[in-house]
């Protein structure tokens, strides 16, 4: 182009209307936990550019469903706690089948001195109680030993080879299995319980997914179709649950596994299972058997009982679904009220949660506290999100199992 001649460069001003107001978010200060999880206030700001500086506008003027959050979560560091036990104990019994028990405590990684069990809460613990053997007992009739009652092998055995051969008859006939109780509970927790009486037995096809609401029974998880069966047992706060395993099956050496879960304990085992004893520590317990080969499995028993120590608190609640409302807070008969109360959620292994704020309200948005908020846990993942404010929102589980804590 140099013969031509270059025309002279122009600008034209294509707009004079100014740019809608924004969101501005200043980075976040520091955060309010030195480890684990906390909160990190930001400072969110409705801003225009007019005529190339920034103007602060009404906050009205900025799209309201696109603020961002006030406070966002924060880690600095994974908190320095584990849990720690002591030596197992002597076996129960001088001769047959007994148990064996330990302590646990939470154990501070930096002091090495124990503190309080809340610090332990949100990380898995192996199993307090496990099953022991003292040689066989000479033959002769008489009193049962201290562990017997335990562990009841004789009646309980029993009871299996019934459950199977109910099992072999439905078969010969042709006639499905009954699927057993799809058990639910109120909405307001499912505090009730049902008769107590013989030890419902539930058959292998219909126990998966399921959650068993009972005092006790007899859960035959042999011989289910799918790979992988979970069920769940739940009972009121106040009380904890203990499962022997009465037969097993499982083909240890093929890699099947069973596997128990609870917010207070977490154990995994194929070999030596029969007739050894898992206790829960709480209220809930998930049960999955892994299997490879078809026919295998494990039967089960279980019970409830009085909790040894109260590992709740008074306005603390437990509900089943399939579905309730929650109101904090909660007033207490003494008029006191706890500074944290938390809502536990157990719905059967198959169906999933949903949580959804109709109406919250935790103060002006100008006079919150780092304190002053709603966490809700993802119990299968471990993973939390925070609320503040009065923000509504729609929360969905990935498992059976969620807790939301109301913090002051």
């Known amino acids: ?23 501005k978010v200043t980075p976040a200060g520091p955060c309010s936990s030195s480890c684990g999880l906390g909160l990190a206030v930001q400072l969110v700001t409705c801003v225009q550019i007019l005529h190339g500086q920034e103007v602060l506008q009404e906050e009205h003027l900025c799209p309201v469903a696109e603020k961002p959050l006030t406070s966002v979560p924060c880690v600095i560091r994974t908190c320095s706690y584990e849990w720690s036990f002591s030596e197992w104990s002597e076996c129960s019994t001088s001769c047959g089948n007994g148990i064996q028990t330990r302590q646990d405590f939470c154990l501070s990684s930096l002091t090495h001195k124990p503190v309080n069990p809340l610090f332990c809460r949100r990380f898995p613990k192996a199993v307090v109680v496990r099953g022991c053997s003292a040689g066989p007992c000479p033959e002769q009739e008489g009193p049962l030993s201290p562990g017997a009652e335990l562990q009841p092998v004789t009646a309980a055995t029993q009871l299996p080879r019934a459950a199977a051969g109910t099992e072999h008859r439905h078969r010969e006939l042709d006639v499905p299995l009954p699927a057993g109780p799809r058990e639910q509970a109120k909405p307001g927790g499912g505090e009730e319980d049902t008769p107590k009486g013989a030890p419902r037995v539930q058959l292998g096809c219909g126990v998966c997914g399921n959650l068993f609401l009972n005092a006790t029974g007899i859960i035959n998880m042999t011989g289910v179709e799918s790979r992988d069966c979970t069920v769940a047992i739940g009972r009121p706060l106040r009380e904890e649950i203990s499962v022997t395993i009465l037969e097993s099956s499982l083909n240890c050496t093929a890699g099947e596994i069973l596997l128990f879960s609870g917010r207070m304990m977490w154990r995994t085992g194929c070999r030596k299972l029969p007739l050894s004893l898992i206790n829960s520590r709480t209220n809930t317990l998930i049960v999955k058997q892994r299997v490879v080969l078809p026919g295998n499995g494990v039967i089960l028993q279980y019970s409830s009982r009085t909790a040894t120590k109260k590992y709740y608190q008074d306005c603390d609640q437990q509900l089943f679904g399939p579905q309730g409302e929650i109101e904090n807070p909660v007033q207490l008969p003494d008029e006191r009220q706890e500074l944290v109360c938390r809502t536990f959620l157990t719905v059967a292994p198959r169906q999933r949660i949903s949580i959804r704020a109709l109406n919250t309200d935790l103060g002006p948005e100008g006079n919150q506290t780092h304190f002053n908020y709603i966490l809700v846990r993802d119990v299968s993942t471990m993973k939390t999100v925070v609320f503040r404010g ?3 929102f729609l929360w969905q589980s990935t498992g059976s199992q969620a807790e939301i804590e109301f913090h002051e």
């Open 1 to 23: 182009c140099q013969p031509v001649p270059k025309p002279e460069s122009r600008v034209e001003v294509c707009d004079l209307s100014p740019c809608p107001p924004r969101w």
């Open 390 to 392: 009065k923000q509504q």
